[in-house]
T-cell receptor, first 113, second 114 residues
Framework: EADIYQTPRYLVIGTGKKITLECSQTMGHDKMYWYQQDPGMELHLIHYSYGVNSTEKGDLSSESTVSRIRTEHFPLTLESARPSHTSQYLC????????????FGPGTRLTVL | GDSVTQMEGPVTLSEEAFLTINCTYT??????LFWYVQYPGEGLQLLLKATKADDKGSNKGFEATYRKETTSFHLEKGSVQVSDSAVYFCALSASSGGSYIPTFGRGTSLIVHP
């Protein structure tokens, strides 16, 4: 079944740790995105990719990095987690054309102590 | 740049009431328009979409019509249920330098009481 997966769903970690949030999709989509969702629900685009070896920064300044070595995989890494990184992180994918909708994963809720 | 403005919530209704959530947009060119819904603890999922002027998207009793003259895409449902309680996002996707990166509104929380 075509889907988009995120792991872990919940993560509690101490300040200064390196973490990687995983995102995988089985739909063969070229475009993938990472969003940060604040408690007020607003979505902030932090990274996106048009395909393999393509990565771009989004509207929200972020200390995270991403990679796109395989079409289906788009991991997000924080080299040194801080309490300000506490948030919900949503991964999404879509086909290239503007009229195509995005498919979202279930999210990772990150808490940095 | 592109932008989406939707009404602030929360919107609180009784079961079987009529729902309208307003959404207006600014964009260059001819955007595609979307409504997404987010249930508690989940990611967003597409509710409906419209890709050209006067198109009506519909799904699960929800409807929205792409109005180019008023740059609007208001979401409506004739009779809401408790299970419709969720956060609703209006979004557009347009060519901004060829990027087609979606722009989202800030979300509207809907609470439906029995």
């Amino acid at each position: 079944e075509a889907d988009i997966y995120q792991t872990p769903r919940y993560l509690v970690i101490g300040t200064g740790k390196k973490i990687t949030l995983e995102c995988s999709q089985t739909m063969g989509h070229d475009k993938m995105y990472w969003y940060q969702q604040d408690p007020g629900m607003e979505l902030h685009l932090i990274h996106y990719s048009y395909g393999v070896n393509s990565t771009e920064k989004g509207d929200l300044s972020s200390e995270s990095t991403v990679s796109r070595i395989r079409t289906e995989h788009f991991p997000l890494t924080l080299e040194s987690a801080r309490p300000s990184h506490t948030s919900q992180y949503l991964c999404a994918s879509s086909e290239l054309a503007a009229y195509n909708e995005q498919f979202f994963g279930p999210g990772t809720r990150l808490t940095v102590l | 740049g592109d932008s989406v403005t939707q009404m602030e919530g929360p919107v609180t209704l009784s079961e079987e009431a009529f729902l309208t959530i307003n959404c207006t947009y600014t964009a260059t060119g001819y955007p595609s328009l979307f409504w997404y819904v987010q249930y508690p603890g989940e990611g967003l999922q597409l509710l409906l979409k419209a890709t050209k002027a006067d198109d009506k998207g519909s799904n699960k009793g929800f409807e929205a019509t792409y109005r180019k003259e008023t740059t609007s895409f208001h979401l409506e449902k004739g009779s809401v249920q408790v299970s419709d309680s969720a956060v609703y996002f209006c979004a557009l996707s347009a060519s901004s330098g060829g990027s087609y990166i979606p722009t989202f509104g800030r979300g509207t929380s809907l609470i439906v009481h029995p």
